[in-house]
């Protein structure tokens, strides 16, 4: 039975045919959304939609890192059901390259994905969003509040993703439409598990993590973090507008952290 939290709205999630965003299109639908999936691979968006059930969803392609594309996808995502209740920007760029190998090319494209994007998606479905009083969630990270060594854009990006967050819930505040992010910690999507397989893990590194990194012992899943954006994009979170909330299983802020054996 399908359940009615997000009765009759209309999600667009950008970068949904694989990992977080894919579970969030699946929670989305199965509380009875209709949801425009996105994404670069067509293949992989067709079949998605399909399982979910082509009355409920439709997909659109783009690569976000082309400023057309974005005003296209804008335009194609409010023509697929008429209306916009809630987007979700939630596709990144999360490629890795230390400070002194990140070039002008480099940085560029990860700001036009993961910044420019969202400011642009939000700005082109405005009108949209305030004839339905809808809501911006913005899928952040963790690392933007300083990140590896290795990802001073990926962080860069997603620090300025948390300022247009809160800068935006000011100024929209009036006009009923609400803006929040989830700074999402390590989680295991299958694309995170081939990265570290590719670093040189072996194969059951996920069932071997050190306490520091995982203190319950296993890493967030996609659906816990569909679980999170379920309650920020319906109705349930209003009138709540410009929070930040780390989905972490341990304090960002202020951690020090534990060694085995120092907790009774």
């Known amino acids: 039975m399908v ?22 299109a699946r929670r989305f639908v199965s509380e009875g959304a209709r949801v425009v999936i996105h994404g670069r691979d067509l293949e992989r968006g067709q079949a998605l939609r399909l399982e979910l059930g082509e009355d409920r969803t439709a997909f659109l ?3 976000l890192a082309e ?3 974005v005003d296209r996808l804008a335009a194609q995502a409010l023509a697929a059901f008429g209306r916009l209740d809630a987007l979700v920007n939630n596709a990144a760029l999360t490629s890795r390259a230390a ?14 994905v993961n910044l420019r994007a969202p400011f642009m998606l939000i700005r082109a479905l405005l009108p949209a969003l305030k004839q339905s009083q809808g809501c911006v969630l913005n899928i952040g990270s963790v690392l933007a509040y300083c990140g590896q060594a290795n990802l001073p854009a990926y962080s860069i990006s997603k620090g300025g993703l ?8 000011d100024s929209l505040g009036p006009v009923g439409v609400r803006v929040n992010q989830l700074n999402v910690g390590w989680t295991l999507t299958e694309n995170e598990y081939q990265t570290k397989r590719g670093d040189g893990l072996p194969p059951d590194w996920p ?18 973090i569909a679980e999170a954006a379920l309650y920020w994009v319906s109705p349930a979170s209003r009138p709540v507008s410009g929070s930040v909330l780390e989905i972490e299983q341990y304090p960002v802020i202020g951690r020090i952290v534990n060694q085995e054996g120092d907790a009774d």
């Not at 997000?6 to 965003?21: H, Y």
């Not at 948390?162 to 819930?169: E, P, Q, Y």
């Not at 071997?208 to 890493?219: E, F, M, N, R, V």
């Open 99 to 112: 400070f002194s190998s990140t070039d002008v090319q480099f940085f560029d494209r990860m700001m036009a």
């Open 61 to 63: 392609q783009a690569d």
């Open 67 to 69: 400023a057309d594309q």
């Open 3 to 24: 359940s009615s939290r997000l009765k009759d709205q209309v999600i667009l999630v950008t970068g949904s045919t694989t990992g977080i965003g894919e579970a969030m």
């Open 207 to 224: 069932d071997t993590l050190p306490t520091w990194a995982a203190p319950s012992g296993k890493l967030l899943k996609p659906e816990d």
């Open 162 to 169: 948390m300022t247009l967050t809160r800068n935006l819930a």
